[in-house]
DNA sequence: ATGAAAGCGCTAACAT
DNA sequence: ATGTTAGCGCTTTCAT
């Protein structure tokens, strides 16, 4: 190892110095040049643009970080096993965030007890000029810390007391799911839910107030939360309620709080000769992209994607730049997407 | 704006000053406890480990970047549409790129054009430790660029002449899944594939032989190419596929050189009233997790995920670590994994 | 309009 | 065992 670097070759790296001397100038007009400000002798622009452009010189971004006290970059707290409703929104603020200049650096945090922790500490090695939160930190000392240093930061999919969000009602839009079950004549609906996040019990308690609002009373047993909300999971929490209830005579419905759900649940109908949406009708939250492409095709809430990441990044632009425009959450509309996976019961 | 950061408030991040200046002592005390060298007393170490831990202090890794001329960050380079194979797969890289030690730095391309050299621009402002491409980058440049300054390279699911690559046998795996279909009896198969990278072009070529082999002959206009490989654009390529041919008369099952052309492909058949297998049978490629899923559940070659991102991680890791062993490129062993949208033909 | 010099936070070589 | 110092690449006063 030298210091050209750990793999023993020459780190030809150029350097604003090398631009400097080999255009018998200053690294300062250099650093004006790059920066694009005034005061600089067209002539020497124009050779120096030209220098940069035939060594292929690129400032270096720790250099720049160091000086300036800030790195352009914004921080994407996400779950390592992001499903795709996420990883649809996080493609999209990632494209936002390009426009408005920023790099994106991504904290995956795993389902460990120590992963909230290490990403706490990543975050700190970085002079971060904001934070994007899709995942939901338990911690509490993790917001603290966000707060504490006035860190711009912006949540999306759930909230936070004191950090502006990006959010869409979930408690209401799951009553428009049950509700559209119900105006279909079910009586009998059971669910799927996850224990792992706010938005799993949201959802949930949209569900109790769609039946109590009907006035129907839910079964023991009418709910399962599971572990993930992937199809692996919603597969076992069916089996689980294909156990405890009998099709038809204590169930005609299911609603799954996300469509990766619905989809596993459909599969273990499927695996019990079940039919979808004849024998049950399911409906499923999100509206991933695949969710129009399975058999059947499935009735879901549709979030606004494009709508969260646009506003999440912006919302997080204003609030680096100083805009201080007091960035308040925001509530997005939802949309109940009726597909093939629900009927009237007959 | 001030010195304090962007947003007015007072940046209270700590420094190694800080910690010095509170225990009485030198930064360079304060370095060796923080990286963990010899010669500092026993005390002392103690002192400053409990100023650290009490003030929440981490170094930054912009400065310990400049001195160390390293970042310990490698890049991935990715689509900025990544499917759900890729997903898995980066998933996996990142984990054991963590477990070595290293941050991960993204780089997502689009498919525009000025994309791979902003891409190449972006990588070069930062002193990444390696790089791992996991997107095919067409652009020669950016090659030239990694070899000359020797940067640690390992590309997955394709290969570049000169750096090392984990992959699978995209034409022989292809052969095996056109076989099957072929020892089920079938005889007029079409396929879907796309044109945008290598491994559309060598699972196609793997299709040709397969058949050529069988002494079949394919009919002009047996296999469409399509745009993306998404589920839409395995709809738009199965619908093509129907104006043009009769199935039954003309084919009688297809190849897709992704599960999510395959799940495209399945549903434009359903649309028609076609079914899968009864009237066609289908086979994907990649076997992502939803593979498992949908209705009915897909015959597909199922790639060794978690082994190529091991070994990708491992292999830049090696060649980071200067051990020189010639990290060749590896193939690694694939498995046609049979389910439900295959059948004999009757 | 341009350059010299200081300094961002850190590590390592050198001195003690 | 510990401190002093130089310097990584860059930007920005401050002179000129």
């Known amino acids: 190892m030298n210091r050209y670097g750990l793999y023993g070759k020459v780190d030809d790296m150029v350097s604003i110095k090398d631009i400097a001397k080999q255009a018998g100038m200053s690294t300062s007009t250099v650093s004006r040049v790059v920066n694009g400000k005034k005061?600089?002798?067209?002539?020497?622009?124009?050779?120096?643009?030209?220098?940069?452009?035939?060594?292929?010189?690129?400032?270096?971004?720790a250099a720049r970080s160091m000086v300036l006290q800030r790195s352009f970059a914004v921080g994407i707290v996400i779950s390592d096993t992001f499903n795709m409703f996420q990883q649809e929104l996080f493609s999209i603020i990632e494209r936002y965030l390009e426009i408005f200049g920023y790099h994106t650096l991504f904290f995956f945090v795993k389902f460990e007890d120590t992963s909230e922790e290490a990403c706490l500490t990543k975050l700190k090695a970085e002079k971060l000029d904001g934070l994007i939160m899709l995942y939901e930190i338990k911690n509490p000392v993790f917001y603290e810390y966000l707060?504490?240093?006035?860190?711009?930061?912006?949540?999306?999919?759930?909230?936070?007391?004191?950090?502006?969000?990006?959010?869409?009602?979930?408690?209401?839009?799951?009553?428009?799911?049950?509700?559209?079950?119900?105006?279909?004549?079910?009586?009998?609906?059971?669910?799927?839910?996850?224990?792992?996040?706010?938005?799993g019990r949201q959802r949930a308690e949209g569900f109790f107030q769609a039946l109590t609002a009907a006035d129907i009373i839910l079964e023991e047993g009418g709910i399962v939360f599971v572990r993930h909300y992937t199809p692996e999971f919603g597969m076992y929490g069916m089996r689980e309620l294909l156990l405890r209830k009998k099709v038809g005579r204590d169930f005609t419905a299911i609603f799954a709080a996300t469509d990766e759900l619905a989809i596993g649940a459909i599969r273990a109908l499927r695996d019990e000769g079940i039919r979808v949406p004849e024998d049950?009708?399911?409906?499923?939250?999100?509206?991933?992209?695949?969710?129009?492409?399975?058999?059947?095709?499935?009735?879901?809430?549709?979030?606004?994607?494009?709508?969260?990441?646009?506003?999440?990044?912006?919302?997080?632009h204003r609030s680096i730049s100083g805009e201080t425009n007091k960035t308040e959450s925001q509530t997005l509309s939802y949309k109940l997407i009726i597909r093939e996976s629900t009927m009237a019961l007959v």
């Open 280 to 316: 049950i009708s399911v409906v499923g939250f999100d509206d991933i992209d695949i969710a129009d492409y399975i058999n059947p095709r499935l009735t879901t809430i549709r979030q606004p994607m494009k709508e969260m990441g646009e506003q999440t990044a912006l919302t997080l």
């Open 39 to 61: 005061y600089v002798n067209q002539e020497k622009r124009q050779r120096i643009l030209k220098l940069i452009e035939e060594t292929g010189y690129v400032p270096n971004n």
């Open 147 to 199: 707060i504490k240093t006035g860190l711009p930061v912006v949540t999306a999919t759930f909230h936070y007391p004191g950090i502006p969000s990006i959010h869409v009602n979930e408690e209401q839009a799951s009553m428009d799911a049950v509700n559209h079950l119900i105006n279909l004549g079910h009586r009998k609906i059971v669910m799927i839910s996850g224990d792992g996040f706010t938005f």
